[in-house]
């Protein structure tokens, strides 16, 4: 059993876009029978479905007589109701309560419907539209020059927040991936200078030559870009000028529980077999696992309950920011707007996409 | 007590209210912190095991490593949460016009 904790707010993330589905799930189920799918975000149950060429997330509650939706049907009209045929649109509107057919409906008759749309091949969700947030970039993702290919979706017994950290994380290599990712004999990790800005943090990691591991894998030069709250893309320079992204978005789908959507990109080889690039991935994915699992809480606790170091410095400045971005939602979505937009710069790099009040705060 | 010498380290509208930020300040990494319209510095690494403060969670006058989760006074530098035990040095702050000057023994 999971503690809770209070060092974040859950709520915060009601105002960000996440993915719930690929596409391709979507559409599978369609295919079955014109079944919706049912998903879990933040713990609401939403039945998500194409109605009429738009995808939709409804609450998964008929407020007739609660049954899931998402055991309903889909109709070019809506989604029906499986237990009394009531039909929904994509906007929420019941249209049809077929033992009434005579009666007009009020506008009240309504089922909630969360913003919904689709990018990157994957359905994406927002359950509050308060703020003016984006779904988050995926710069490979329809660029000519890289070849991305899709992960299988995996579920993970840990929160997003964990889930993303680990992603980020660079003093685990040598232990947790010793012979892949790293090697033992060299634990030590550079400290990273951390970026805020544009809603992203962003720092880059620089191998030294003594981490290189010959016939084990190529250290090379990494960007990281985090798109608050779990979103992350990683961009690999080889010293042959070719690169490679791995994207990832951890889903919050309950307490303690995250689907992470995933792609791996690349320049190199792009007509070559995919399956090469899943199998690294998938051998990194089962030596991390085994670890994140035996976190406990799942959930990130308040500072006094783990003990860090300046190694993990980016974990320190992630963490900050997501308890900066809790705090703010507790007062209301202008002061979580603020706190979005708020810049930090530690590093001296430049940024095509620095914003302008950015360069004051860039002093000192 | 010795001279002490005043350094701009930016502007007010820098620092949000109720934010901290890192400056360095004739080599020194000083945290400077916003509180009500009020300004304040002390020493950025923690007495406890050098986390850097201004990494940290400001809440009230109090700012709590991102360590291991020592909090001092920033208006006195007094450690006020274990395992922080040790005073921080604290820097008197000046404005003058929209400049923030941080005072340093000379």
């Not at chain 1, 085994?290 to 400045?317: G, L």
């Amino acid at each position: 059993m999971g503690t809770s904790t209070t060092f974040l707010n859950e709520r915060a993330w009601r105002y960000f876009w996440h993915p719930v589905c690929t596409v391709a799930e979507l559409r599978a189920a369609a295919a079955d029978g014109n079944r919706p799918l049912a998903v879990t975000l933040l713990g609401e149950r939403l039945a998500v479905a194409e109605i009429g060429g738009r995808v939709a997330a409804l609450k998964d509650r008929c407020i007739h007589r609660s049954t899931k939706l998402s055991v309903g049907r889909v109709e070019a009209g809506g989604l029906r109701c499986a237990y009394h045929g009531w039909l929904y649109g994509a906007d929420g509107r019941c249209r049809e309560i077929p033992s009434m057919p005579e009666h007009s409906i009020p506008d009240d008759c309504r089922v909630a419907a969360h913003d919904a749309a689709i990018e990157y091949d994957l359905v994406w969700v927002r359950l509050d539209s308060s703020l003016d947030t984006r779904i988050p970039g995926c710069p490979a993702f329809g660029d000519a020059a890289f070849r991305c290919v899709a992960g299988e979706p995996y579920t993970w017994p840990t929160s997003a927040a964990r889930r993303l950290e680990n992603f980020v994380d660079l003093a685990h290599f040598p232990f947790v991936h010793d012979g892949t990712l790293g090697d033992r004999r060299q634990p030590l990790v550079p400290i990273a200078k951390v970026d805020r800005l544009n809603r992203e943090l962003r720092f880059r990691f620089v191998p030294s030559p003594e981490m290189q591991l010959p016939g084990v894998a190529l250290m090379a030069p990494t960007d990281y870009r985090l798109w608050v709250p779990f979103t992350v893309n990683l961009e690999f320079f080889f010293p042959d000028g070719e690169r490679s992204q791995l994207w990832m978005s951890a889903s919050p789908v309950e307490s303690g529980v995250c689907r992470s959507f995933w792609f791996t990109c690349r320049t190199a080889d792009r007509d070559g077999p995919d399956q090469p690039h899943l199998d690294f991935q998938a051998l990194v994915l089962s030596e991390d696992l085994p670890v994140i699992e035996a976190q406990e809480p799942p959930e990130i606790p308040a500072p006094a309950e783990e003990y860090s170091v300046r190694t993990d410095k980016v974990s320190i400045a992630y963490r900050r920011w997501l308890k900066e971005l809790s705090k703010a939602a507790d007062e209301d979505a202008d002061a979580l707007a603020r706190c979005l937009d708020s810049v930090r710069i530690e590093s001296d790099r430049t940024f095509d996409d620095m914003p302008p009040a950015a360069s004051a705060s860039a002093a000192g | 007590m010795g001279r002490v010498v005043y350094h701009v380290v930016g502007q007010r509208a820098q620092l949000r209210d109720g934010d901290v930020t890192c400056v360095v300040v004739e080599g020194r990494e000083i945290a400077l912190y916003r509180i009500g319209g009020e300004f304040f510095a002390t020493d950025d690494a923690c007495t406890h095991a050098h986390g850097s403060l201004c990494e940290g969670y400001l809440e009230g006058e109090e700012i709590e490593c991102p360590l291991h989760a020592g909090r001092f006074n920033v208006r006195t530098g007094e450690a006020t949460c274990s395992p922080a035990t040790e005073a921080l040095a604290t820097y008197e702050v000046r404005s003058d016009g929209e400049d923030v000057l941080i005072g340093i023994p000379a």
